[in-house]
């Protein structure tokens, strides 16, 4: 009896180190899984960041530019060839180059942008008329990726954007103190561009903001209210059962569905504006309610029926209890859905690539109505551009839009966290 005894003793202490081997092996493999899924996103991270820091910098050059009075001997000040008084600087500031094809290659070395900044120079300030004034004008990109160690001045000249003679007129700058890496406003100030030195988020940016104001404003309400009804005041019958499993079903559709279907109603039937906020707004509206109508229910939910009870016990109307006590306490999680399902959408390009908001817009849009494009969209436009300097501008954007998701799905947390109640 004593051996069967001991047998079977050696038997369960042998399963249990087994178990816990296994137990051990099965926490090594997740945190390993973790540590794995935390390095990749690193690398991404920092592959990113490496390609993006730079295009926060711009190179520009100092030149003495002289407000020609001759030349403003016209109807209007935008009538002004202001490419001429860059030129005239550019000759001034090397008087030594005197052939036609070395002075192209000279002009070469200034963005087309400089006659605009003189002309925006001129509307702010007209007294600058006749005048000689010192002012840094932006270089053009191929400069901007010499200076910033993207081009090998070591490869033969054939193999270079650049030939010696410009590198030599790079270096006498450089050597003057006369062009130099600075603080590239431009990229937060301005719209699109062809030439990358000109290009900028600031209406992409206006786009995605307004194209989120039209889906909060929209889908929050709404999804509120679905939720509200589904969960408190809905009969349960095979209607709502069939409304529920629709509404779980629509949160997993591919989001270009809701494009096609926003190109198909929006576009084609009510003849909305293509290209513009309001739509996309819509279009991005029908994409998140399922996830704000899910994370509502959730939020109602977990709000303890005693709360209900209690409210219609001293005399209050369903209707009283839903929007005193029980929403109130729900509305938490309720902002926390809304927030993730925002910073979805403002991740979400194919949708809108359906409904036009892939067009080249140069300008800032000033409605909702006006045509423009969202962060996704130009990150991808920028991406299927071939100049070398929209590498870095698209990592550039890419880090900023990553910064707006983060803080989102931050705030999202801290809404949680802050507002969060145990039962």
Known sequence: ???????????????????????????????????????????????????????????????????????????????????????????????????????????????TGAAFTLQE?????????????????????????????????????????????????????IAEKQLEKKFNVTFFTAGDSREPELAGIRGALVGSFFTLAVTLLL????????????????????????????????????????????????????GMPRSAPLVGGLVLTLMTLPTIIIASRASLKSVPPSIREAALGVGASKMQAITHHVLPLAMPGMMTGTIIGMAQALGETAPLLMIGMVAFIVDVPGAVTDPSTVLPVQIYLWADSPERAFVERTSAAIMVLLAFLISMNAVAVFLRKRFERRW
């Open 1 to 111: 009896m004593d051996t069967i005894t001991e047998s079977s003793m050696d038997l369960i202490n042998r399963n249990i180190s087994k178990r816990y081997r296994r137990e051990r092996w099965f926490r090594r493999c997740g945190l390993g899984a973790v540590l794995l899924s935390i390095g990749f996103l690193g690398l991404l991270f920092a592959a990113i960041i490496s390609n993006g820091w730079s295009a926060f910098w711009q190179t520009e050059v100092l030149l003495d530019v002289h407000f020609d009075q001759e030349l403003f001997a016209v109807d209007s000040l935008a009538a002004v060839n202001y490419g001429a008084l860059v030129k005239k600087a550019m000759r001034s500031r090397f008087p030594e180059v005197k052939g036609r094809s070395d002075k192209r290659n000279l002009y070469k070395l200034i963005s």
């Open 121 to 173: 120079m001129v509307r702010k300030d007209s007294s600058l008329i006749g005048t000689s004034q010192s002012i840094w004008l932006p270089a053009d990109d191929e400069v901007d990726m010499f200076m910033k160690g993207n081009v090998n001045r070591d490869l033969p000249e054939n193999e270079r954007r650049l030939n010696d003679k410009q590198i030599g007129w790079i270096d006498s700058l």
């Open 219 to 270: 889908s929050f309400p709404v999804g509120v209210a679905t939720a509200v009804y589904l969960e408190e005041f809905a009969p349960k019958n095979r209607w709502t059962d069939l409304v529920e499993v629709n509404i779980n079903n629509l949160a997993a559709v591919p989001s270009i569905v809701f494009g096609l279907l926003g190109l198909a109603v929006f576009l084609n039937v009510f």
